[in-house]
């Protein structure tokens, strides 16, 4: 066990949750709060993790994907290639093909960055290739501090047994080799090892999430839950291909993080494990409605300031929530309560969930794993501990339906990081 990841997950104060801490008589457990007059205290950061370019199987120039995000209201992102960091010459053909630098590519860079945006060279086939713009080259143009900034990032794409485990490294200083293992978790705990020992090497900080477990079914609710050193995973992936709602066999994402929390929480007496939202952006070349279209998830991180070492600070303190389009005021827990208040929007309702593993069940059973404890409908409510929790998180959903999500049907959510009771 690791004290300091375990003995309280406070949101958005330095509190941490040391004892339980019951209401008395018959005070409701949920109750409709005031929106706090003011900004919150500390500075909300909104950001993705998780993005693809031509440096690997994306469909576009890093500039492209990078003048997206700079132009959506983004303060930070992270290109997270497959195995691979964006740096030395890299060259990448022309043409219609699967990592080829599209001839729509070439206009659409030299008619946003100017005719000399494009620097090509005769290929050894007969053709020509297309040099792509280095993380160094990126910053330069993009990067404005304390508004935007790039950070360093590599998705480690293993496999095992057929099954793709991919982790993000983000604020690398060097690439991290896939290490292989003798079985999922082995996999798994091998590869955040690595991160962990490349960030002491470095010494910066550094962080490793899960991405997409349900992606080819590849990770199980049981392989997360064991390897306690996973601290991070993708509860929304916007990426079309990676199941987030699971299906008759296998529990959605969602499902999952229950899962994981009342185990580690409970028998296993081990961290919490907090969720990120990504859009694993492939598609900057198509029009809404691809595969992996940018946009569709992303994380909110509260920061004293815009750089690599504060955000990772306060995404180890879980001082952040994922989103897919709901944004959040201020979330605060003070020991006996969680509150969440919502931006609120003209014409947009909001219910706000709160859910949970209680520590005794009913007569004859255990406790349901991921209760719903209550539910508020407006932009801002508390749920009052009774005591009896593991853990409480919130996911917030909106009436409104995601204009180009994951699914259809997606209505844009928020999801709250669990706050721990009683440790």
Known sequence: MKPALVRGQALAIPCLLAACLACGGATPPIEPSPVADGPPAARWYRGNTHTHTLWSDGDAAPEVAVDWYARHG???????????????????????????????????????FGPDAVELRPSATGGEEMRLQTLSELRARFERPGLFLLVTGEEISDVFDGRPIHHNAINLE??????????????????????????????????????????????????LAAVLEERFFEVYNGHRLVRNAGDADHP???????????????????PAVYALATDDAHDFLTTPGGTSNPGRGWIVV???ELTAAALIAAMRAGDF??????????????????????EPEAGVDTII????????????????????????????????FTGDELYVRATVVSSRRHPNGYAPDDHETAWVQPVVVGR
Not at 183 to 188: H, Q, R, T
Not at 331 to 338: K, T, W
């Open 74 to 112: 983004y303060d930070f992102l992270v290109l997270s290639d497959h195995n691979i960091l964006a740096e030395g010459d890299f060259w990448r053909p022309v043409g219609d093909g699967y990592q080829q630098a599209r001839p729509a590519l070439l206009a659409e860079l030299r008619s946003r």
């Open 174 to 223: 060097r690439v991290i080799e896939p290490p292989g293992g003798a079985s999922v978790e082995d996999l798994m705990r091998r590869t955040l090892q690595r991160i962990e020992e490349e960030g002491r090497r470095a010494g910066r900080p550094v962080l490793g999430h899960l991405n997409h477990p349900n992606y080819e079914w590849a990770v199980t609710a049981d392989d």
């Open 252 to 270: 959605g994402t969602e499902a999952i993080w229950d899962h994981v929390l009342t185990a580690r929480l409970g028998a296993l007496g081990g």
């Open 302 to 304: 509260r920061a004293p």
């Open 321 to 342: 929530y994922a989103s897919s389009g709901v944004t959040l005021r201020d979330v605060r827990s003070d020991g006996a309560s969680l509150t969440v208040e919502v």
């Open 353 to 384: 969930r709160f859910l949970g593993t209680r520590r005794s069940g009913g007569p004859g059973g255990a406790p349901p794993v991921g209760e719903l404890l209550a539910e508020h409908s407006g932009p801002a409510a508390t749920y009052r």
